[in-house]
């Protein structure tokens, strides 16, 4: 009770510095009519952590926000200037750099910066330049004892100190002291290596907040990268992202889970620098119109057809949520161990879907998603999505973290077998980017219009858009 306690004393304060501007909402009736996520974990056959039980239901209010923000190269410029040169953003996983002298090239609108383990117990991150003549120093991961340029050979230690200039005599005005290869900021949590461009920035622990206790009793840093698939999304990283951030689209986009997704029970909560939406799994969507069976529920979940026997029965007296849950303990208990056993039915069902402003998407309990979206390099019109899955594994056994997998654009998701089944899905989800992409430049209307609570989370990431950028047009 500790945690809830402590998140939901700075969750008042974050309401009462938000009071002029937003509206808290506490009435149910608001939501969707079916049963509240809330009710379902009264249901449960485990122990629900304290995590599940906080709400933090914000209202932005009713106004849209500018097209331009998609469409437009001066907003483009905007963010780049006031927002991905300031803010923290993920950039590798610190066992990918697990040796001294790895070292990850992470690339942001047109920028390169090196990310290396300079010492054993140290990262540190540099602008992707030399100093003499600008030359990438790297391009692409891999390991080096020292920093050396390509073009012309001048060179540093890993921890960033001048070590060879060539034809030294040549170069009287170049004093180590002052040839040192500036640092941006580095930050680790939970095993993601963050880093901001801004010397002047909040410390990543005091941007991520609370995320921090949100995520104690999931233990992402005990987790490998199990699989890492990237494709180019001819679209504006928000629309990428913001895909991700309802589930009202299930409806129309996946209609194939709707029997086993409970959408529209969605539970959205807004912090201050981060969000979450939780859409419950083993319960109908309350849009459907007929009673759904439990074993329609299970069908939908393991998309299996009504001209095929279903492998699974559910043990009469049993919900198939709670069975399924149980299933997805057995799967886990050779990699997770016992500690599967105290994870409650909502934790092995759930979709549960945190953002970190702007853009890092790490997934609760044992969903093993993780999203990020960025734009593709300097290009306002496309996006880079990437999933990656974060898996537990025995103790003494972890696996090396998998390369990245680049799709091409004839490639879909399905085609990574490493993503398994949720490739058809996010096939699903991109068919709709580059056409959102065309309806925006395409429209008449200047602005975008969302729902009160269901959109709540893309509604939260504008605001947080203009509270780093400005209003724009």
Known sequence: MKLVSSIISKYRSYVAIQEEKTVTMRDVEERSPGITYQQLLDEDTHPVPDVLRLESAVSFGPDEFPITRYTTREWHEVEKEKLWSRVWQYACRADEIPEVGDYYVYEIVGKSYVVMRSSENEIKAYPNACLHRGRKLKDYDGRCSEIRCPFHGFAWELDGELK?????WDFPHVEAESFHLPEVQVGVWAGFVFINPDPDAESLEDFIGDLDDHFQVWDLERRYKQAHVAKVIYANWKIAQEAFCEAFHV??????????LGSTNSQVDVWENFSRVISPGGTPEPLLEYEVSEEDQLRSMLDISYDKDLPITIPEGTTMRAHAAAMSRDRWRP???DWVDSMSDAEMMDSIDYTLFPNFHPWGAFNRIVYRFRPNGDDHRS???????????????????APIHWLSDDENFSDAPE???????????????AKVQLGLETTQKTGVVLSNYQESKVRWLHQKLTDWCGEGE
């Open 164 to 168: 060879d200039v060539p034809a030294k």
């Open 251 to 260: 409806n129309a986009t996946h209609p194939q889970i709707m029997a086993y």
């Open 419 to 433: 993503l398994d089944t949720l490739g058809k899905v996010f096939d699903q989800d991109v068919f709709n980017m």
């Open 383 to 401: 996006s880079i999505m990437e999933c990656i899955f974060l898996a537990p594994y025995s103790e003494g056994n972890k696996p090396d973290p």
């Open 335 to 337: 990699m997770a161990g």
